[in-house]
């Protein structure tokens, strides 16, 4: 990745946000990453990883949001997505993510308020419609939304 990335971003956040190579902390401009953070593994995980490491922390400060789910004690390599294997994880594992959820819908927009998020980034899959109710909730509160849409092939 090229230095100078910034570019990339100027169009959704304050341009003085880019100005210079090393930003203050406090002044930096918050975007919040939505998506599954570890103990998750995959490819979204690590992306998201990788871009809170990367130089673009030098003038952005990244705010996990976490979608991550109870971990599946019953691993199965093949054919371990979908409601197969919501319904394999047992009834415990089912209410965990069902109360999860209930709970990030309330608590996102004070979430986004109280740390004045700028920018919200939504790492969309075919695996939950979690993301895309958030997603669209950012876009209907009127909050600048980058959205990225990820397909599996399975």
């Known amino acids: 990745m090229k230095r ?3 570019s990339a ?3 959704i956040v304050p341009r003085d946000a880019c100005a210079s190579a090393r930003t203050p902390h406090d002044e930096r401009a918050r975007i ?3 998506g599954p953070m570890p103990p998750t593994k995959g490819g979204i995980t690590t992306f998201m990883l990788n871009l809170m490491a990367s130089y673009l922390n030098e003038q952005f400060e990244f705010v996990p949001y976490r979608t991550t789910r109870p971990p599946n004690v019953i691993v199965i390599v093949i054919d371990n997505w979908g409601y197969a294997a919501v319904l394999r994880g047992g009834l415990v594992r089912i209410v965990q993510g ?3 959820t209930i709970g990030r819908f309330i608590s996102f927009r004070s979430f986004v308020m109280s740390r004045r998020i700028e920018l919200v980034q939504c790492f969309l899959d075919a ?3 979690e993301k895309a109710t958030l997603a ?3 876009f209907i509160a009127g909050w600048k939304l980058c959205a990225g849409w990820r ?3 399975r």
Do not use: Y
């Open 4 to 6: 100078g990335g910034c």
């Open 9 to 11: 971003i100027r169009a």
């Open 32 to 34: 919040l990453l939505v």
């Open 98 to 100: 069902i109360l999860l």
């Open 127 to 129: 695996s939950t419609n």
């Open 136 to 138: 669209r909730r950012s």
């Open 151 to 153: 397909w599996g092939l």
